[in-house]
Nanobody, 123 residues
Framework: QVQLVESGGGLVQAGGSLRLSCAASGRTFSNYGMGWFRQAPGKERELVAAISWNGGSPYYRNSVKGRFTINRDNAKNTGFLEMTSLKPEDTAVYFC????????????????WGQGIQVTVSS
């Protein structure tokens, strides 16, 4: 089992920045690919960014490219999502997740999930 806990969410004005953290415990975090998903009200959960077990091969959905950065510190069992130039459409609950498989995948490929954290971007 891998336990994941997100932090760093909150309310920010459009154009602002937030840094989400994902603290992992349990099994060796560095064995797993990591993804950040989000779910807005009335919408399906979507993969925002993902990274391989060693920090390579980052993936970003088109709408966040150039604004979001995913990275991880395996020595500290922590992953991050740096979000800049935030837009109201980024408002959602953000989830950290870990996968045994290929990290650029839908939610069904992810084995472990955090509880989610709210990010609200005001206009």
């Amino acid at each position: 089992q891998v336990q994941l806990v997100e932090s760093g969410g909150g309310l920010v004005q459009a154009g602002g920045s937030l840094r989400l953290s994902c603290a992992a415990s349990g099994r060796t975090f560095s064995n797993y690919g990591m993804g950040w998903f989000r779910q807005a009200p009335g919408k399906e959960r979507e993969l925002v960014a993902a990274i391989s077990w060693n920090g390579g091969s980052p993936y970003y959905r088109n709408s966040v490219k150039g604004r979001f950065t995913i990275n991880r510190d395996n020595a500290k069992n922590t992953g991050f999502l740096e979000m800049t130039s935030l837009k109201p459409e980024d408002t959602a609950v953000y989830f950290c997740a870990a996968t045994n498989g290929y990290h650029v995948a839908g939610e069904g490929a992810y084995d472990y999930w955090g509880q989610g954290i709210q990010v609200t971007v005001s206009s």
